[in-house]
């Protein structure tokens, strides 16, 4: 397959969701140049995995570390400053207004973009009724991205079933993080609101997170590279 434009290659984000360092390393060196940029999540960094962030990142990666935090302003604003010297690009905290405002004070300029989690992709309308919310999914989100912004967060994480609307609500600047990918052909697993690479790029989608369908395929750099190509083509 011919280089892809690193533009359009770091337009994906592999969720190195594996239980070891030594098995993030192993994925890091199979992907090799089809990847620039990794997300971090619960379950690397509880298995020690937080100073990858600093290794990718002297190696000329990117690395979105999605800890999506939520606890008193105090707190939050506490961690935001200890993640900020790591290098990395995203930070993840969820949308509630204290936790927003806090964050977006102490990342200051040198820390890390801002990224608010409006609904969770794993959740629909139901969902949200048995976690006690009166409002649906899309109405959520949008009022969640309307606060962020008046807030002054850099990004949304949301599923790429609301980029097209909300890129519309809050004009070009804001990062719009999609999780909830599928390439045609695999499974959803535990998300409901899904897309293909190439349609939630056609949707507004700035950047896509994909975990299962490189980490999980026969031929992860194979699968990532077929993602790049999708996104290129629908850009
Ligand atoms: O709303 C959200 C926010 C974060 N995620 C994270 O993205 C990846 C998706 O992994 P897949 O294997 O492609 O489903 C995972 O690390 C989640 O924690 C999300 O899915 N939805």
Redesign the pocket.
């Known amino acids: 397959m011919a280089q892809a434009d690193p533009a359009d290659r770091d337009r994906l984000i592999v969720?190195l969701?594996v239980p070891s360092v030594d098995a993030a390393e192993a994925m890091i060196a199979r992907l090799g140049d089809s990847v620039g940029f990794y997300?971090i999540?619960?379950q690397l960094a509880y298995a020690g995995g937080l100073p990858l962030v600093e290794k990718l990142a002297r190696a000329g990666k990117k690395v979105f570390v999605?800890l999506?935090l939520h606890d008193i302003g105090n707190t939050v604003a506490r961690g935001v400053e200890s993640l900020s010297s790591l290098g990395a690009t995203f930070l993840t905290v969820h949308a509630y207004p204290q936790t927003m405002k806090a964050a977006v004070e102490a990342r200051g300029t040198s820390g890390p973009k801002i990224l608010a989690?409006t609904?969770?992709?794993?959740y629909d309308d139901r969902d949200l009724v048995d976690a006690g919310y009166a409002l649906g999914v899309r109405d959520l989100v949008e009022a969640r991205a309307r606060q962020a912004q008046a807030i002054g967060v850099d990004g949304l994480?949301c599923?790429p079933e609301e980029a097209g609307h909300l890129r519309s609500l809050i004009g070009p600047d804001m990062t719009l993080v999609t999780?909830?990918?599928r390439p045609a052909g695999t499974a959803a697993?535990?998300?409901k609101r899904i897309m293909t690479p190439g349609k939630a790029i056609a949707a507004g989608a700035s950047y896509l997170?994909?975990?299962?369908?490189v980490?999980e395929a026969a031929d992860p750099k194979q699968a990532a590279d077929a993602i790049v190509a999708e996104i290129a083509a629908a850009k």
């Open positions: 969720a969701d997300k999540g619960y999605d999506k989690v609904v969770l992709t794993s994480v599923s999780p909830g990918i697993g535990d998300q997170v994909v975990g299962r369908p980490m």
